[in-house]
């Protein structure tokens, strides 16, 4: 079978030079998948999609808020945003629309449930509850030192105040 290992080799190598936004989690190989993760890092925040953030997992996206190497090319806030939206994309996986409405119906949804929960911060609700860990990984101290940064999470009440 070594004729067989060069050809999955030869695959593998292909793939990872074609990792794109429609390929990034689809390969299988373990060379291809952290070269998948490499591109997330490099790429989430530049190359937003709709249909990618969907595909995301929590152990994904943990991995990637967690890692030091996630290019951020503006502020921290941008990277809370990119949570809730993608949280929302969860949560509410039927939503089919587009990037530039994404941020005004997550708001909006986000905004009946805090409702719903009379002000409890959505990450302390049982369907929060799962995203605590990738939220864990968020730099807050980098968010609240803006003050309006710091009044969008307040108002939001998605992140318990510790």
């Known amino acids: 079978m070594p004729q067989l290992d060069g050809l999955i080799q030869q695959c593998g190598e292909t793939m990872k030079e074609t990792v794109n936004?429609?390929?990034?989690?689809?390969?299988?190989?373990?060379?291809?998948?952290?070269?998948?993760?490499?591109?997330?890092?490099?790429?989430?925040?530049?190359?937003?999609?709709?249909?990618?953030?969907?595909?995301?997992?929590?152990?994904v996206m943990k991995q990637l808020i967690g890692s030091s190497n996630l290019f951020v090319m503006q502020v921290e806030m941008d990277v809370y945003t990119a949570l809730k939206q993608w949280m929302f994309l969860q949560?509410?996986?039927?939503?089919?629309?587009?990037?530039?409405?994404?941020?005004?119906?997550?708001?909006?949804?986000?905004?009946?449930?805090?409702?719903?929960?009379?002000?409890?911060?959505?990450?302390?609700?049982?369907?929060?509850?799962?995203?605590?860990?990738v939220f864990r990984h968020l730099r807050l101290q980098y968010i609240i030192s803006d003050l309006a940064s710091a009044r969008i999470i307040e108002q939001d009440s998605l992140v318990p105040s510790e």
């Open 91 to 133: 949560l509410v996986p039927s939503w089919n629309g587009s990037l530039k409405q994404l941020l005004t119906e997550t708001d909006v949804w986000f905004s009946k449930r805090k409702r719903d929960f009379e002000g409890m911060p959505f990450l302390e609700t049982e369907q929060g509850k799962p995203f605590v860990s």
């Open 21 to 59: 936004v429609k390929t990034a989690g689809n390969y299988g190989l373990d060379s291809v998948k952290k070269k998948c993760l490499e591109w997330f890092l490099n790429n989430l925040m530049t190359h937003q999609d709709v249909e990618l953030l969907k595909e995301l997992s929590i152990n």
